[in-house]
């Protein structure tokens, strides 16, 4: 297996503000230590586990020390969504979960009923190959 593509601070301090200029919510920056620590757990994870993690395996890694870290003053919750999403397309999967259910999960997660296992379960669940788009002319 090859390694994953991970996703850039950048982009997630990118992303977070999007987030907050499109649903409102609290703007500061980060508290830098701790998301740098929640972006290098799941790369920790696939650098040090004994056999390689499935990508919805370090998808969940990203999303539960995101909506857990409170990395930020507002959008936790948000921004660990978003970058399960983004994580898993670029590395070419997409979650197939519906927006209700998707919310539910990471509110759960949030409020601690939800386990780093069982959001990588509910992710293996809720994940699918990226299909091609193939145009015929």
């Known amino acids: 297996m090859t390694d994953p593509v ?10 977070k503000a999007e987030l907050i200029g499109e649903h409102g919510g609290l703007t500061g920056p980060p508290r830098q230590g701790d998301l740098e620590a929640a972006l290098g757990r799941p790369v920790n994870l696939h650098a040090y586990a004994e056999t390689a993690p499935k990508l919805p395996r370090l998808a969940a890694t990203y999303g539960f020390a995101l909506a857990r ?21 670029m590395n070419s999967l997409e979650l197939t979960a519906d927006e209700l259910d998707a919310a539910d999960t990471i509110q759960s997660l949030a409020a601690g ?25």
């Open 69 to 89: 870290g409170q990395c930020f003053p507002d959008g936790n919750k948000r921004i660990a969504l978003a970058i399960i999403d983004v994580f898993l397309r």
């Open 6 to 15: 991970w996703v850039p601070l950048r982009a997630v301090v990118a992303i």
């Open 113 to 137: 009923d939800l386990t780093e296992d069982d959001l990588a379960a509910w992710i293996t669940a809720n994940s699918a190959p990226i299909q091609a788009c193939t145009a015929t002319v």
